[in-house]
């Protein structure tokens, strides 16, 4: 029973004991207890004489940014609540117990939760506690900073690309590759040999507005990469040597890059504007000892004068070879040395020409010189057409010769070509002109001989060079072919290769045999040509080649031919405005009472005209007053006749007033007289 007693004891003091600890434990989880053991817990811990910390002390953690550097370097410390001002970063050498004794370190409060801190230059390598100085208090920051020897690090720079930059937009922009660069942009440092450390640019506005020696920004692509924008090298332009400095130290050796002070579509342009001055300097000269030509009344410009051959008035093939590659060399050359001065910054020496183009230079004279010396013993090529044209250069008389075909093909291509290598070219690596290959030279110089011996085995072809006409004639001339036609127009031609076995085309319609015939004296020194013959036509009236200009074609027996309009100087009437006087003139007046007014070209003393009124008849008006005082011809100038009519037989109305020359040539034109109220 007494044993009973006990164990009932034992176990309500054990449940009393449970009951209070749960107690204890619900009075400890509610906010105003935890709040006032807190209160008691820093009241016993602070002492009697310390001020009460503030609520937002400072907490320092060891976030940095970097961790591990070399000396010379930035580092970020993060913490909360910093003070806008007055914060110092210390490194601690060892153990001290007050911040100041330690290594200062120039300090930059970022915002209220950064810090930046340089790392003195002469730090030695370790790992150091940090500490910060806050309005004189000292505050420990958990961590420490590593600080690594500067042979352990070295900075290196592999590479810089591109090699070669070129202006766009403000400054320049390359990459940087290489090993150990600063995390921070302003720890990685660009020193350009020999002109010293690259400081930023004022502002981004300022380094447009001038270009002195400075650069926008650094950015850390990553430890082994780096992006330079906004870098202006003032007057440095060309090859110029890169370091890059993180604290103490510096890549080595220096990395070359170049700087263009153009673009290469600049330089090309550049280049065709200094080929042009060139070009409009050339044509000026020869304006001066050259001149023009006129053909057919239409006026060739200087330059278009060089490429004619003067004997036939056509383009001569030899003379565009060697000016074409004569431009295309020139302009070459002056790209290629815009390229060394403003690209590539070589200021030494001239740029080099390769030892094949003095052979390509002799390949195009000799030719032109060969071509010239074959005219002169064998003739010159048919005339073609009245004027020049680009078909010249693949034809002869009007004919395509194979010969001329590919020798003009081939020095548009290798021209062309040259001159797309030249340009297609890296322009900071172009040192001197492409190399012409041998085989290319070999054939240019095949293409040479085939043009000059197809020059050789040719005949001449036909040039007119003078054209007179003989008065119309309504009888047969004594050498006149059985079958004639009346009126014959006789055209004297004058001019070297001319064919008395020729054929004719009037305004490129082929006449028949009847239609035409040709004589003239044989050229002893040319057998089978001459210098002079005549042309006469059949049937003139009908045909209506007296009338108006026409094309006489002269092709000989081989089809080269040679062209040439007559009458060279025709008569033409301006539209006619008639005015009639409605008074007749004062007395003694040479005119009768009524003219017609004619203006015009060509006009000469002699000239007749006809009058056919609208379903009337034809009739003469002489040149001279005639006794009955019927109209006639005033001749006043070349360019203006006064008919002088008769109103009784020239009255109002539509009529067709016929102009006939003193040969017999003529020109027609509507008019309507209108009488005068």
Known sequence: MRQELALIAVVVGALSVSAMVAADATLAASPQTLKAKKKRQAKRNTPNNAPSAPENRPGISSALEPSEITAGQHVIL????????????????????????????????????????????????????????????????????????????????????????????????????????????????????????????????????????????????????????????????????????????????????????????????????????????????????????????????TLTSLF??????????????????????????????????????????FPGVPQNIPQLFFVAAGTTVAAAAITVNRGSKGAGPIGPSMADF???????????????????????????????????????LPTLPDNFLYLMGVSSAGYLGGKLVRKPGPVIKALSISPVADVAPANAPAGFMPPILTLNLKGENLELKATVKIDGKPLRGDMFWVNGIADPQQAGFCTEVNVSLNDARTSGYLDGSHILTLVNSDSQAAEVKFPIDP????????????????????????????????????????????????????????????????????????????????????????????IGLRVSQTVNIVQQQ
């Open 78 to 301: 993060h913490a909360d609540h910093f003070p806008l001002k007055g914060a110092q970063v210390f490194l601690k050498r060892g153990d001290e117990k007050i911040c100041s004794t330690g290594i200062p370190a120039e300090t930059q409060v970022k915002d209220d939760q950064t810090l930046l801190f340089l790392v003195p230059s002469n730090t030695a390598a370790k790992s150091y506690p940090l500490c910060v100085v806050i309005d004189n208090k000292d505050v420990p920051v958990s961590g420490s900073l590593t600080v690594q020897p500067d042979s352990g690090s070295p900075v290196r720079v592999d590479a810089i690309y591109p090699l070669t930059n070129y202006p766009v937009g403000k400054g320049f922009d390359f990459e940087i590759a290489g090993k150990n660069f600063a995390r921070l942009p302003q720890d990685n440092v660009i020193e350009v040999l020999n002109q010293g450390l690259v400081p930023l640019c004022a502002s981004a506005k300022n380094a447009g507005a001038s270009p002195t020696f400075c650069l926008t920004s650094v950015e850390v692509i990553s430890p082994a990469r780096l992006k330079v924008r906004g870098f202006y090298p003032s007057s440095y332009y060309g090859p110029i040597q890169i370091r890059v400095h993180v604290g103490n130290n510096a890549s080595d050796p220096p990395v070359s890059v170049t700087f263009a002070a153009a673009t290469p579509q600049w330089v090309a342009i550049a280049a065709a504007a200094v080929f042009g001055a060139l070009a409009v300097l050339f044509v000026g000269l020869l304006r001066k000892g050259l001149g023009s030509s006129t053909i057919d009344g239409q006026k060739l410009n």
């Open 394 to 432: 693949i034809s002869t008389g009007g004919v395509v010769a194979g010969d001329r075909f590919q020798f003009f093909i081939w020095t548009i291509v290798g021209c062309m070509g040259y001159v797309y290598l030249v340009v297609r070219n890296d322009p900071a690596k172009l040192a001197e």
């Open 308 to 349: 004619l051959d003067r004997e036939t008035n056509s383009y001569s093939l030899s003379k565009l070879q060697v000016l074409a590659w004569t431009a295309v060399i020139v302009y070459a050359y002056i790209y290629l040395f815009l390229c060394r001065t403003l690209i590539q910054g070589d200021f030494s020496t």
């Open 571 to 662: 008569m033409s009437i301006d539209p006619v405005a008639t005015f009639i006087p409605a008074q007749p003139p004062p007395a003694g007046a040479a005119d009768v009472p009524a003219s017609l007014v004619i203006t015009g070209k060509s006009f000469v003393t002699g000239i007749t005209a006809e009058w056919t009124p609208e379903g009337g008849q034809l009739r003469q008006i002489p040149s001279v007053a005639p006794q009955d005082g019927g109209p006639y011809v005033v001749f006043e100038s070349a360019t203006k006749l006064r008919v002088n009519r008769d109103p009784e037989e020239m009255r109002a109305g539509k009529g067709k007033l016929t102009l006939v020359s003193p």
